[in-house]
């Protein structure tokens, strides 16, 4: 028989075991429960991720279809997933200031300041806000995050990025009628990138309505260099030529680019034809130190004739009962001068004569049209001449030699 001390040893290597034993199905219960929890943790973690990830595809492509109000509720949504995540809440912010309504472009503003807090130095941020500051009406900022932009860093091709933020910087200063700042914008950005077409149009297309023709008209002729037979090169070529009064080389590029449009079956553009002929028949109109003394004299008296007519039917509108406007009676007293009568002998032996009087056929042109109205044909050309800058048409008098006529 077993003692009693036996037994109580006995006992107690049981209740060890049993207690062990216990100790590691609690063990590999809780461990299998804690595997269980994770598994389905990460599970849950991996659906939320997706479902945002989701919402985030959706968002980006409703924003990149122009829908913003359905990429805002798509953005939201991922957010919801994945709260916090600066990538959801940048889109969304984009996507606010899209709709243009004034409380999201707000709300948008604000998203995109929070943005900047932590990252002041991204070009795109920064872009947002310009682009918001400007919406808001608040200048000094928009032209502070603008500049920003142009020095901040960006993602892929920086050199490209940075010259398109300074265009739309300039295109801000057009809007806001500050040429000056936009004609500076413009000229580094087409210092800092290099040729190529679109770019070179673009620049061409900004420096015109930034009132600077000669710094255009550069950048359409590198694109014409890249381009040469590209109709709209030649046409705003064309166009910005005959603006400036170099109506000769306007000609040339207009009949160009109609000609370019016919060989690509592409339909011929009837004001660029127009401005073609107008050009070519302003070339004949036209009296230039470079022609023949008797040939610039012949044109000189030829619009001379047509202003004497414009004057005659200008006045013709007032009746006998009212008095011919004080503006037309200096000007019919200028065409009893010497302006107005010198004939070809005159005119052949004094150049000055010659300059004084297309200078009355300029004045008559631009009086008539204040008082008569717009006018059409070749006064409306002589109207265009007058208007044009005066070292594209004026003759150079020193070259003008007179021409010794024998008396009759």
């Known amino acids: 028989m077993l003692t009693e001390l036996e037994e109580i040893s006995i006992a107690k290597r049981r209740l060890i075991l049993r207690d062990s034993l216990a100790i590691l199905s609690l063990t590999l219960a809780t461990v299998a429960i804690f ?74 503003y604000q998203y995109f300041m929070n943005l900047w807090d932590t990252q002041p130095g991204n070009g795109l941020i920064n872009l947002q806000l310009a682009r918001l500051a400007a919406r808001r009406n608040d200048r000094s900022a928009a032209v502070n995050f603008f500049r ?78 890249a381009k040469p037979d590209d109709p709209p090169a030649l046409e705003a070529a064309g166009r910005l030529a005959y603006q400036s009064g170099d109506f000769e080389s306007a000609h040339r590029l207009l009949a160009r680019a109609l000609a370019a449009q016919g060989v690509t079956h592409t339909p011929a553009d009837a004001d660029d034809e127009n401005l073609a002929d107008n050009a070519a028949r302003i070339l004949e109109l036209m009296p230039l130190p470079t022609q023949p003394v008797r040939e610039r004299v012949e044109r000189v008296l030829a619009d ?28 019919r007293s200028r065409w009893d001068g010497t ?9 052949l032996r004094d150049p000055p004569q010659q300059e004084s009087a297309m200078q009355l056929v300029y004045d008559t042109e631009a009086q008539t ?32 030699v007179p021409i010794t006529v024998p008396h009759d």
Request: charged letters at 20%; glycine letters at 6%.
């Open 304 to 331: 001379r004739a047509i202003a004497a007519k414009r004057l005659d039917a200008c006045s013709s509108q007032f009746s006998d009962a009212v008095e011919l406007p004080s503006a037309l009676q200096a000007m």
């Open 35 to 108: 595997i269980v929890t994770l598994f389905l943790f990460r599970s849950f973690s991996q659906h939320r991720a997706d479902l945002a990830q989701q919402a985030y595809e959706q968002g980006r492509d409703a924003l990149n279809a122009h829908h913003p109000d359905e990429a805002i509720a798509s953005l939201r949504a991922a957010l919801s997933y994945a709260p916090g995540d600066s990538r959801d809440i940048q889109l969304l912010a984009q996507a606010l200031g899209e709709t243009g309504r004034p409380e999201q472009t707000e709300e948008s």
């Open 339 to 347: 302006e107005g009568t010198g004939n070809a002998a005159a005119l």
């Open 148 to 225: 920003a932009a142009v020095y901040g860093t960006w993602e892929g091709d920086g050199v490209a990025r940075r010259a398109q933020v300074r265009l739309e910087l300039a295109q801000y200063f057009i809007a806001n009628h500050d040429l000056g700042s936009a004609r500076l914008e413009l000229l580094i950005a087409g210092g800092n990138a290099p040729d190529d077409y679109d770019r070179d149009m673009t620049l061409g297309s900004l420096l015109e309505q930034a009132q600077d023709p000669a710094d255009a008209s550069t950048y359409y002729q590198h694109a014409l260099a």
């Open 369 to 400: 049209a204040k008082l008569c109205g717009a006018p059409t044909g070749d006064d409306a050309l002589l109207l265009r001449m007058a208007t044009a800058p005066r070292a594209a048409i004026q003759p150079d008098a020193a070259k003008l």
